[in-house]
């Protein structure tokens, strides 16, 4: 996080070193993207702690709804961040490959949950 994300929140061009002309113009939106997206990898290792163990589930519960609600707004900004990249490729085939994995598996343990078809 530190050496690779957290530069781009310099707000600075010359932060963005070789990268500049491909994210610069769309630096908001991957601002959003880095800081929607490290808070479920962040979030993700604790809700297994707390939903395993059975301790705290209020706590769960509402760390669960924060990983829902960052996800739901990191996956679109993965997407549009991949459709919109200037050189395409193999980058933006994974970043909405990621993008469309992340929101679907997340999107299933939420069913799971609404039916509590909880194991």
């Keep these: 996080l530190f050496r690779v994300a957290f530069p781009y929140f310099k707000m600075d061009r010359a932060h963005f070193g070789a990268y500049g002309d491909y994210f610069w113009p769309r630096r908001f939106e991957l601002i959003a993207h880095i800081t929607t997206g490290t808070i479920p990898l962040l979030i993700g290792p604790l809700q297994l702690w707390f939903g395993e163990r059975m301790h705290r589930m209020g706590l769960h519960r ?44 997340t999107g299933m343990a939420v069913v799971a949950i609404l039916y509590q078809n909880i194991q």
Aim: glycine fraction near 16%; proline fraction near 7%.
């Design 62 to 105: 509402v760390l669960g709804r924060i990983y829902v609600g960052s996800i739901a707004v990191s996956s679109p900004l993965a997407m549009y961040l991949s459709i919109t990249s200037p050189n395409g490729g193999p980058y933006a085939m994974g970043l909405f490959g990621g993008a469309i994995a992340w929101a679907l598996t």
